[in-house]
């Protein structure tokens, strides 16, 4: 292509579903030039004044090859844009308005139930932003916790417990950890006092590519079962992945993707880690972000590729 491949994206401030449309975005600029233009929607106005602000800093920005999003909020004026401009719009999750309405849906197959329709994509996980180039060195060893969630709650001295254990387990080794929004008061404190080998970063002092770098140099990740969403980026990875225990507070959609991704050898849980004394590599090393990006240009843009 002579000119970039210009990507709408539209985000609203919440760091998981940016990281959606953000590692798609940067997939498919992988594969041809692109340039990513971001229509804010975090300010949590009304409708009508949502789409108003949509429409006007879209006026700003040349017009669009993609349409992208990952969010409630941003799905009314997703679909306005791409009516207004004829351009494909890509939501990146189970939408909440008819899936019809969008040109296509990539959805994690843990939100899935039946057969998917014709413009729903199942993904392993959502898509994010680890991407680790061929030659790169792996040898670091991430653990990363999360908290209390509406499908988790929390033991603290259980996780302490198990830290201790893995530690233990590469005595000379360095680990890196990082928290998450949800994980409680105290908790950061206590890992410091008792474990002086840990390095150990705040998730406020880090910007939005500290994890996956750090990760794509990773060789072994340990997460919290909670943190679903750092589970798929560990994946994607190519570390070896386990899974520390956190208590289920349900058995719905999120415990059966977890239970799939654990029988799929994806994941190994703490337990099976201690008796076996082995943490395996993955079967399969995700690479999701660039699956869906070739299968987006072969739809609308073959000749790009």
Known sequence: MNS????????????????????????IG??????????????????????????????????????????????????????????PCVVLMKPSLPAGLFDLCLVPRHDLRGVPGGNIVPTVGALNRVHVADGTPKSG?????????????WDTEGTLRALADIVASAPEATWTLTD?????????AKIRSRFPRIELFPHEETDRGWLPDRLAAAAEAWVTEDSISMIYESLTSG???????????????????????????????YDTWKHDGVLPPPGQVLREADRCAGLILERWYPQAR
Not at 6 to 19: F, S, T, Y
Not at 51 to 79: K, W
């Open 30 to 87: 992988r594969r041809i030039p692109v340039a990513v233009h971001r229509i804010d929607l975090s300010g949590g106005e009304r409708l009508i004044a949502r789409l108003r602000s949509t429409f006007r800093q879209s006026r700003e920005f040349p017009a669009p090859s993609l349409i992208v999003g990952a969010g409630h909020a941003t799905h009314v004026p997703m679909i306005g844009l791409a009516r207004r401009t004829g351009t």
């Open 180 to 188: 998450s929004r949800r994980t409680p008061e105290g908790v950061r």
């Open 141 to 153: 060893r991430m653990i990363l916790i999360g908290g209390p969630s509406s499908t988790h709650g």
């Open 239 to 269: 570390a070896r992945v386990g899974l520390l225990p956190v208590p289920r507070q349900k058995t719905g959609r999120v415990a059966r993707g977890i239970d799939r991704l654990v029988a799929d050898g994806f994941a190994t849980p």
């Open 4 to 27: 970039p491949f210009v990507i709408w994206q539209l985000g609203d401030g919440k760091p998981g579903h940016e990281n959606q449309s953000l590692g798609l975005a940067e997939a």
